[in-house]
């Protein structure tokens, strides 16, 4: 963030990865910045300074040095291209979907929705304003990329209400135990189902 050549406190940094980068990678917490921020100046990538405005307390502001430039240049042009780490605990919940009743299911997939919905259209209003300032075009880019993702997961979403119908029928045409979990058919066929 500061390669876009402003002098920002920890707190604009904060503020700025939560209405940009927090939609497609992570929000740091303030302590997570400072930190940062303090390793970063030690090893001269940063250069910060105490700055006074009338009528207000003294604050430290952050700027890239040219070795800073040159390091996260490096890092986006060089750094191997990883796949995204996917944690979601909507599919998780459904993964153990034989604990649950279908509607109860279907209860959370609406709540994932309405929670997509929200943060597609909060994606959709940071593009529209990032759109005024030129330095921005790739942020621009990536949050308009974010809302278009947020968008496919509340369509994966939605085909997700029939399939769980879909599941719980296959589910409730198998023996159960004594406490209701489903009796695999094929004992074991876990360990070999990368072989398939």
Not at 32 to 44: A, G, N, P, R, V
Not at 87 to 93: F, S, T
Not at 108 to 123: K, S, T, Y
Request: charged residues 25%.
């Amino acid at each position: 963030m500061l390669s876009f050549g402003e002098a920002l406190t920890g707190n604009d940094l904060r503020k700025w990865a939560g209405n940009s980068i927090s939609y497609f990678y992570w929000s740091p917490s303030v302590s997570q910045i400072y930190s940062e921020l303090k390793k970063l100046e030690s090893l001269e990538l940063v250069s910060s300074q105490s700055v006074s405005e009338p009528g207000s307390r003294s604050k430290r502001v952050y700027e890239i040095t040219p070795a800073g430039v040159v390091a996260v240049r490096s890092w986006a042009n060089n750094a191997p291209v990883e796949l995204p780490v996917l944690k979601h605990g909507v599919m998780l919940r459904l993964w153990l979907g034989h604990l649950c009743e279908p509607e109860r299911l279907k209860e959370m997939v609406r709540a994932h929705i309405d929670n997509l919905v929200e943060i597609r259209d909060r994606a959709r209003r940071q593009a529209q304003r990032s759109v005024d300032e030129p330095a921005w075009a790739y942020p621009t880019l990536s949050l308009r990329w974010s809302e278009r993702y947020f968008q496919a997961e509340i369509d994966l979403a939605n085909a997700l209400l029939a399939d769980i119908d879909e599941s719980a029928a296959i589910v409730g045409g198998v023996e159960h135990t004594e406490s209701g979990l489903p009796v695999p058919v094929h004992l074991g066929s876990w360990r070999d189902a990368d072989e398939r």
